[in-house]
């Protein structure tokens, strides 16, 4: 891999990283209601999760897309419904705050924000699929390939991680002018509605993959 190709990858994954995906959503939330520092726990948890993701695919995720195309699909549906069943309980706390005034009643504890994290960073596509589809449009193919991988997974990782604090970091920003009212809950309640869209772009994907 030339540096130039590197460079090339680095300026695609900076922004198509940033998109509000279920890690960023999930980090600018908890920034949101919990504040940055509780929310270091979460993003400790996406990122573990995250490692996991890019180790697995390393070593399995990649062949199973291209061998075993419907077992790759079953392993998205499993995460589109647990995404779904996150956005149904975001609703529901947004629907409790309000009716405490304004305060999130329950907060949770550092291992609960480090294992939510992990759950949707496992749930998350973007890591297999980035491996699956956009990966081997950087490699070489006649140097040896871990290395690029590795090279690969760790800039991405970078980015991934970057993103995230900055979208916590929004979410604390904003809270002041969203605690007024009810900016919060519906801000909550389009949180939810984004879990259940991107829930349903992968479901859509395997009745695609049916049809």
Do not use: H
């Not at 779904?84 to 706390?93: E, F, S």
């Not at 005034?101 to 480090?114: E, R, S």
């Not at 980015?159 to 916590?168: C, G, R």
């Amino acid at each position: 891999m030339t540096l130039q190709t590197w460079l090339l990858f680095i300026s695609s994954t900076f922004f198509i990283s940033a998109t509000p995906g279920s890690n960023m959503l999930l980090a600018f939330q908890f920034g949101l209601n919990y504040g940055f520092k509780k929310t270091l726990y979460t993003l400790a948890g996406l990122s573990v999760g995250l490692l996991i993701l890019l180790i697995i695919s390393l070593t399995f995720i990649g062949w199973l897309s291209q061998s075993a195309p419907f077992a790759f699909e079953i392993m998205k549906v499993c995460a589109a419904l647990y995404l779904a069943y996150l956005g149904v309980q975001i609703w529901r706390n947004a629907a409790q705050k309000m009716g405490s005034g304004g305060n999130w009643d329950i907060v949770p504890t550092p291992a609960q924000l480090f294992r939510t994290g992990v759950a949707v960073s496992l749930s998350n596509p973007k890591a297999i699929l980035f491996f699956a589809a956009l990966f081997p449009k950087f490699l070489n193919p006649t140097a040896p390939l871990m290395p690029q991988y590795i090279i690969l997974a760790l800039s991405f990782f970078v980015f991934e991680t970057l993103w995230q604090l900055i979208y916590t970091g929004s979410g604390k920003a904003l809270s002041a002018w969203l605690n007024q009212g009810k900016r919060l809950m519906w801000l909550n309640r389009l949180c939810t509605l984004i879990f259940i869209l991107i829930a349903a772009g992968l479901l859509w994907d395997m009745i695609k993959m049916l049809g």
